[in-house]
C-alpha cells in the first residue's frame, strides 16, 4: 500500500500517518521528495483500512498494491482450472457450449429443446425454472416442477442442466434435484449472502457479471463463493449497459482477455442475453470464441416465435447446429476444439 501526502504536508501529519499503519501492523517506509513525500506501508495490506488513512489529515491518496481478491487471482493457480461437470470439462482445450432455451415451459418442449441441444452437438443445457423479470407481472417461470421436466428430458440426452438459483431458500431443493450447475444471474451478482451459501457447496455456479458492474466487483463477487470453499466457478459474459438502445446489452468482448490473465477460472460468454435479437448471436459468439471464450451459454428453443420468455433471441435447433460449425472452424484456428 502506498500513501501519498499533499505537497504541504507537515512532520506531525507523516508521523499520524506511521503510527496509524502500526496500530494495522504494518511498517513504515518514508520517501521525502521535492514534490511529494510517499509512505510505503510494509506488510500485509488487507489488515489496513483504506478509508481511514484516507481520511488523515494530510493525506492526499491512498493506492493498494495488492489485488483485493486471492483464491480467484491467477496468482493464486497459475493454470488453467478445468471444471468437471458431470464428466464434461469446461476450461479445458475443447469448447462447451451450453444450448437451451430461456425457460422451463412444457415437457414436450423440454424434450424437443434437449433433442435440439444433443444433436447440435453441445454437450450441456441450460433452462431456467425460476424466472428473473423485470416486472412481476410477467410469467416466473415453472419453479419446481420445471425442474422436474427439465431433469427428465435431459437425462434422455445424457446432458448435465445449468439452471438459475435466485432465492437462497432454494438451494436445498436445486441439490435435491441434482442441478448440475447453479447459475447466479446477473441481477444477483453482488447477493453476498447468495453466494455465502453456494460457496458451501461443491456444485458448480456460473457467476453472470452484474449488468453494471466492473470486472474487479465481478472478480470479488466470486471471491465470495471461493471463499467458502466452492472453486469451482464459471464466470459468464453477458453484456453490459450502455448509451447504445440498438441492442440489449453492450457485450464486453474485452473483458474475455482480461478475465483469462486475472483468473485461472474458466470464462464463457452468453450472446443472447448480450444482443438480445436471435440474428445478432452467431455473430457475438464467433467473437466471443474468438477472442479466447471457454464457452458459450446460448438460448435455443424448439420453436422460437412459441417461446414464453426471450422469443426474439432464441435460435432454432438448425440455428444452433449451423453455428456450431462455424464454431468448429474458429476454435481449431486457434488450437482449440469444440
Ligand atoms: C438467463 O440466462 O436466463 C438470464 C436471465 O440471464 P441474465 O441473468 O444474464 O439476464
Ligand atoms: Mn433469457
Redesign the pocket.
Known amino acids: 500500500m502506498i500513501i501519498i501526502m499533499n505537497s504541504e504536508t507537515t512532520d506531525e501529519q507523516i508521523a499520524g500517518v506511521v503510527n496509524k499503519l502500526k496500530e494495522f501492523g504494518l511498517e513504515s517506509n518514508v520517501s521525502r521528495g521535492i514534490e511529494r513525500t510517499v509512505i510505503g506501508a510494509i506488510g500485509d495490506e488487507t489488515k489496513a483500512d483504506k478509508e481511514l488513512l484516507q481520511a488523515l489529515s494530510g493525506v492526499e491518496d491512498v493506492i493498494r498494491v495488492m489485488k483485493p481478491y486471492k483464491i480467484v487471482a491467477r496468482s493464486y493457480h497459475k493454470e488453467d482450472t478445468v471444471i468437471d461437470i458431470g464428466g464434461v470439462k469446461l476450461g479445458g482445450k475443447q469448447i462447451q457450449v451450453i444450448g437451451g432455451p430461456?425457460?422451463v415451459e412444457t415437457q414436450t418442449q423440454m424434450d424437443a429443446a434437449a433433442e435440439g441441444v444433443a444433436a447440435a452437438g453441445c454437450r450441456l443445457m441450460?433452462g431456467?425454472a425460476f424466472?428473473?423479470r423485470t416486472s412481476p407481472y410477467s410469467f416466473q417461470g415453472t419453479g419446481v416442477e420445471g425442474l422436474e421436466m427439465f431433469r427428465k428430458a435431459a437425462s434422455k440426452s445424457n446432458l448435465p442442466i445449468v439452471t438459475?438459483l435466485m432465492d437462497v431458500r432454494m438451494l436445498d431443493t436445486f441439490l435435491e434435484h441434482d442441478v448440475d450447475v447453479i447459475?447466479i444471474?446477473?441481477?444477483n451478482m453482488q447477493n453476498f449472502d447468495l453466494l455465502k451459501e453456494v460457496g458451501r457447496t461443491h456444485k458448480p455456479v456460473i457467476l453472470?457479471r452484474g449488468?453494471s458492474a466492473t470486472i474487479s466487483e465481478w472478480l470479488m463477487a466470486a471471491e465470495y463463493i471461493a471463499a467458502g470453499g466452492n472453486h469451482n466457478i464459471i464466470f459468464?459474459e453477458?453484456g453490459v449497459r450502455s448509451f447504445e438502445t440498438y441492442y440489449r446489452n453492450m457485450l464486453d468482448v474485452t473483458a474475455i482477455p482480461v478475465l483469462k490473465k486475472e483468473t485461472h477460472l474458466p470464462v464463457i460468454v452468453?450472446p443472447?442475453?448480450a444482443g438480445g435479437k436471435a440474428w445478432m448471436v452467431p455473430a457475438l459468439a464467433r467473437a466471443a470464441v474468438a477472442a479466447g471464450a471457454d464457452g458459450l451459454?446460448v438460448?435455443m428453443h424448439p420453436t422460437p416465435c412459441e417461446a414464453w420468455c426471450?422469443a426474439d433471441q432464441a435460435l432454432d435447433p438448425q440455428e444452433l447446429k449451423v453455428l456450431m460449425g462455424q464454431l468448429g472452424g474458429i476454435a481449431q484456428a486457434i488450437g482449440r476444439s469444440i
Open positions: 430461456c425457460s441450460r431456467g424466472k428473473p438459475e447459475q444471474g446477473t441481477r453472470k449488468m459468464c453477458r452468453d443472447s442475453h451459454l438460448e426471450d
